[in-house]
């Protein structure tokens, strides 16, 4: 069974500062996603993530993806206090044709003037 | 916006009861997923649709059920409500071919 793991669970900014968000996976996954979230709205996806070494960029986020090490990163440049909600790493089990997510817990970011 | 609705937004009802929540995916996706987002289990799948047929089943209780219609709208049935049902239930939809799975706004169900 995919255990999705997520670290820091909430982490404080100040603007302009750089810092990255840990999704760590326990078994073989095909797909990473990423998700954003405002508080008591939908989940908006911002990235999927399909092979070793994928690196994708959207703004001042940037994700990749280390299948080998079972870890995907979201790292923030500079960042700015529109970037404030919960960011949700997810997994696809590899193998079958479902596509049933599992999420981590959420990392609640809030940036600070 | 996503192009998955979901009805109602809002739901209070008491214990013991039976709600039904619906989601109409985004045109032309076949594909339909429900998740529940509580406090203390985070975000969960619960149960998978594709073209009228369930695919994949997650921890959905078994006072739970669903299903979609020959239009692809999907409906999660909710019965004897407890408060620990108490959620954001989340309806997502996927197109062929694609990997993303788009989300709707939820419907916030408030068991007293």
């Known amino acids: 069974e995919l255990k999705v793991e997520q670290n820091p669970l909430f982490l404080s900014m100040q603007e302009g500062k750089n810092y990255t968000i840990y999704c760590n996976y326990s078994t073989t996954s095909d797909r990473l996603y990423w998700y954003r979230q405002d508080p008591g709205k939908s989940l908006e996806s911002l990235f999927v993530?399909?092979?070793?070494?994928a690196v994708k960029q959207e703004g001042r986020l940037m994700a990749s993806l280390d299948t080998k090490a079972r870890l995907s990163t979201l790292h923030i440049t500079a960042a700015v206090h529109d970037l404030s909600a919960t960011y949700f790493c997810?997994?696809?089990?590899?193998?079958?044709?479902?596509?049933?997510?599992?999420f981590g817990k959420g990392t609640l970011l809030t940036v600070n003037p | 916006d996503s192009g998955v609705t979901q009805t109602p937004k809002h739901l209070i009802t008491a214990t013991g009861q039976r709600v039904t929540l619906r989601c109409s995916p985004r045109s032309g996706d076949l594909s339909v997923y429900w998740y529940q987002q509580s406090l203390d289990q985070g975000l969960q799948f619960l149960i998978q649709y594709y073209n009228g047929e369930e695919r994949a089943k997650g921890n959905i209780l078994e006072r739970f059920s669903a299903q979609q219609f020959p239009d692809l709208h999907s409906e999660l049935n909710l019965s004897s409500l407890e408060l620990g049902d108490s959620a954001l239930y989340f309806c997502?939809?996927?197109?062929?071919?694609?990997?993303?799975?788009?989300f709707g706004p939820g419907t916030r169900l408030t068991v007293l």
């Open positions: 997810a997994g696809r089990p590899r193998g079958g044709s479902n596509y049933k997510l599992t």
């Open positions: 993530l399909l092979s070793n070494g």
């Open positions: 997502a939809s996927r197109g062929g071919g694609g990997d993303t799975q788009y």
